[in-house]
């Protein structure tokens, strides 16, 4: 029982102190909101601020500890004393103040409701209306830099809603090895690089974009009450195959705010109050590079462009144990996908999951990457409490890793070439007991339920992957009963099963894990 309180008591104290997760009180959501944009400035780029801050604060306190602890200074040392109390806890509090309520200066316009600047993919997305030649290059440009990666369309040639790089020779690899290995840094160490060192490779050129995308982001959350909040990511440097036929990586330490501003700005551009976009700065960041032609753009590797975030992502589609495909709607809480019918384990690996996964000790990206899908998989149907940070919420994802099959990984190139790993599963339980799960709750101050398994869908069994996709070309716009509108992510998953090494894959992963 002692245990049981002493995990809920620091769950709560890590909700309400270190404000990583959203809540479903409006006001701490924004609080929390304003709070890691904050953090992630200062640490970025005003990390002189602090300097002011914690100097103020002890210059104050000694000075107050002097005062009163010295009683045979004179008249005057005691006036010094007070005046630098006052003058040291005043420019912390000063300094404190101004990055809270005015965290920089609009770049072009003033703060006039009117005059603010909004965020656009759509110079990305799209040819100019007459037909002639844009003054960008757009995602039509994007081609494959080899034959080992396909590029998969969503939508329609001429105006895709999505398209995306999927590596072939990674998923080669992991059909007969689930193993990815971590290359050491120079340092010995597993990290190459950090989210600092990220960002200032970008400083010199895209550092007034940055600032001014990341107000207008935390300005749109908050405007639609939807969640933003910063928290560690790894990142992948570098993955591909060795001499000996083995999977190697290189990764280091990022943040989601990082990617934001890196990989997704790639693919955006600042739109004016009278519906002018600037196409000059972002773009530029984007991986590819010109081709042969002069026309097309050639996707660049992933280790060419250290100036990206490239968080690793990730995306499960998962049946239950009797054959039922597992789909989920996601709350209108969530920035990205909101109001769409998503896949049942999507999300981003956490830094903690390095630990948490013992992946760090066997020096193996995959053991970790798939024990972040089992733990996205399991938050999002109710199998574990969102956020825990029980040991036995951690062993009961690490006994469920042979139940996910990774099958490879694409980039999806409307977020600026983010690497997005695949994974199939089959579940334990029976598709009814996973619908009527309801989210366990470890704290008065919980996040709220970010999704919730979608029971009104036709409920039919599949057993290998062609009736996988059979089932998602012909429900996944809903039926009579119930209408949805799928996510991106669900509709380069139906894509991608049509390439027949992906197939084999989820035939490997259905067949294997209904015998565990």
Known sequence: ??????????????????????????????????????????????????????GGLVVGFLAFLYDQISQSASENYHWIAQSMTWLGFGTSFIVAANKLTNLHKSRIFGTKREERLTLTRRFFMELPPDGSPPPHFTIHD??????????????????????????????????????????????????????????????????DDQVEALQIMRRDAINKRTSFFDSPKISLKSIGVDER?????????????????????????????????????????????????GKSRVLCPISDRQSLSNHVGSVVLAISRDGIPVLCFQGQGARINSGKVVLSGAGSIDLADLAHSQGEQAKDLGRVIRYGMARELLEETGGIPQDTNREEDF???????????????????????????????????????????????????????????????VQRSVSNAVEMLEYLETHIRGNAKFRCDPSDQLLLMREILRVPLMQQH????ISVTAQV
């Open 395 to 457: 062993q009961r994802l690490r006994d469920y890793l042979p139940r996910i099959h990774l099958a490879g990984y694409y980039r999806d190139l409307r977020r600026g070439g983010l690497p997005i790993f695949v994974g199939f599963c089959r579940m334990e339980q029976n598709f009814d007991i996973i619908e009527s799960r309801k989210h366990e709750s470890l704290c008065l101050f919980r996040s709220p339920v970010e999704t919730r398994v979608i029971d009104k869908l």
């Open 245 to 293: 036929g083995a999977l190697v990586s290189r990764i280091g330490e990022t943040s989601y705010f990082a990617t934001c501003l890196t990989n997704d700005l790639a693919t955006q551009s600042f739109a004016h109050p009278d519906g002018s976009l600037e196409r000059y700065s972002p773009i530029n960041m984007f991986p590819a590079i010109v081709a042969q032609d």
């Open 142 to 207: 994007i081609v494959s830099p080899d034959t080992a990666t396909q590029i998969i369309t969503i939508g329609r040639e001429d105006r895709p809603i999505n398209r995306a790089a999927l590596d072939l020779t990674v998923s080669k690899a992991l059909l007969s090895d689930q193993k990815i290995a971590i290359l050491p840094a120079p340092d010995g160490s597993l990290m190459n690089g950090n989210m600092r060192s990220v960002m200032e490779l970008t400083d010199e050129k895209f550092s």
């Open 506 to 509: 989820f035939n490997t992963a």
């Open 1 to 54: 029982m002692s245990s049981m309180f002493s995990a809920r008591f620091r769950y709560c104290l890590s909700n309400i102190f270190s404000l990583s997760r959203y809540t479903d009180i409006l006001l701490l959501r924004t609080i929390s909101t304003h709070l890691h944009v904050v953090r992630f400035v200062g640490k970025v780029w005003r990390r002189n601020d602090w300097k002011f801050i914690v």
